[in-house]
């Protein structure tokens, strides 16, 4: 049976991205459409706006006008990153009716972030539905929820690809399992760990 994941309105055989991501070591950028990789581009200039509350809710602290005048986003792609962050916070919502989200339990050691599956269910499942973008912007945004994780959270996004975050949450929610996010640092690069565990 294949796995399908939702990268950016895009639907990406997992099989064929854990072989290429896993064995090659490239991202699952190579399985995206010349449109979505424009977008990840611009998106990567703006995470750093993006806060999570309290509750897990997600939110861009810039308008729409901003992304398009400030950030080079096309109308179209502005309206994108409104539906995608619309989009997380409707599935976070639906995930809290359904009584399946509870109180996060997080922690960090040694560079590195461990969630429960609880965790991971608050903070990515609602963004794996919401595309790749959302995820990204959901670990970025951990931030604001965990003080003192930013250089951490800082490091990780700037090694690993939203792809290898996807499949790695995916596995962890199927299989009731926690995961963890950081680096191993082999003198001054970072080097990503994202797994499962428990």
């Given at each position: 049976?294949?796995?399908?994941?939702?990268?950016t309105?895009t639907v990406?055989n997992?099989?064929q991205?854990?072989?290429?991501?896993h064995?090659?070591?490239e991202?699952?950028?190579q399985f995206?459409?010349?449109?979505d990789?424009?977008f990840f581009?611009k998106?990567?200039k703006?995470y750093?706006?993006f806060t999570?509350?309290d509750?897990g809710?997600?939110?861009l602290?810039i308008?729409?006008s901003?992304l398009?005048?400030?950030?080079?986003?096309?109308?179209?792609?502005?309206?994108?990153v409104?539906?995608t962050v619309?989009?997380?916070?409707?599935?976070l919502?639906?995930?809290?009716e359904s009584?399946?989200?509870?109180?996060?339990?997080?922690?960090?050691e040694?560079?590195?972030i461990y969630?429960t599956?609880e965790?991971?269910?608050?903070?990515l499942?609602?963004?794996?539905q919401a595309?790749?973008?959302?995820?990204?912007?959901?670990?970025?945004s951990?931030?604001?929820?965990?003080?003192?994780?930013?250089?951490?959270?800082?490091a990780?996004t700037?090694?690993?690809s939203?792809g290898?975050?996807?499949?790695v949450?995916?596995?962890a929610l199927?299989?009731?399992q926690?995961m963890v996010m950081g680096v191993d640092w082999?003198g001054?690069?970072?080097?990503?760990v994202?797994d499962?565990?428990?």
């Amino acid at each position: 049976m294949t796995l399908g994941i939702l990268v950016t309105r895009t639907v990406v055989n997992a099989e064929q991205a854990h072989d290429t991501v896993h064995e090659n070591n490239e991202g699952i950028e190579q399985f995206m459409s010349e449109e979505d990789k424009i977008f990840f581009e611009k998106m990567n200039k703006v995470y750093n706006h993006f806060t999570l509350s309290d509750d897990g809710q997600l939110s861009l602290n810039i308008s729409s006008s901003e992304l398009v005048t400030e950030f080079a986003f096309t109308q179209p792609e502005a309206q994108r990153v409104l539906e995608t962050v619309s989009s997380y916070n409707q599935e976070l919502k639906s995930f809290k009716e359904s009584g399946t989200v509870t109180r996060p339990r997080l922690h960090v050691e040694d560079w590195k972030i461990y969630l429960t599956n609880e965790d991971v269910k608050m903070y990515l499942s609602a963004a794996i539905q919401a595309g790749a973008p959302a995820v990204i912007a959901a670990v970025t945004s951990l931030g604001s929820v965990v003080p003192g994780i930013g250089s951490i959270i800082a490091a990780f996004t700037s090694v690993v690809s939203a792809g290898n975050i996807i499949y790695v949450a995916t596995q962890a929610l199927a299989n009731g399992q926690g995961m963890v996010m950081g680096v191993d640092w082999n003198g001054s690069f970072p080097n990503p760990v994202v797994d499962t565990w428990g």
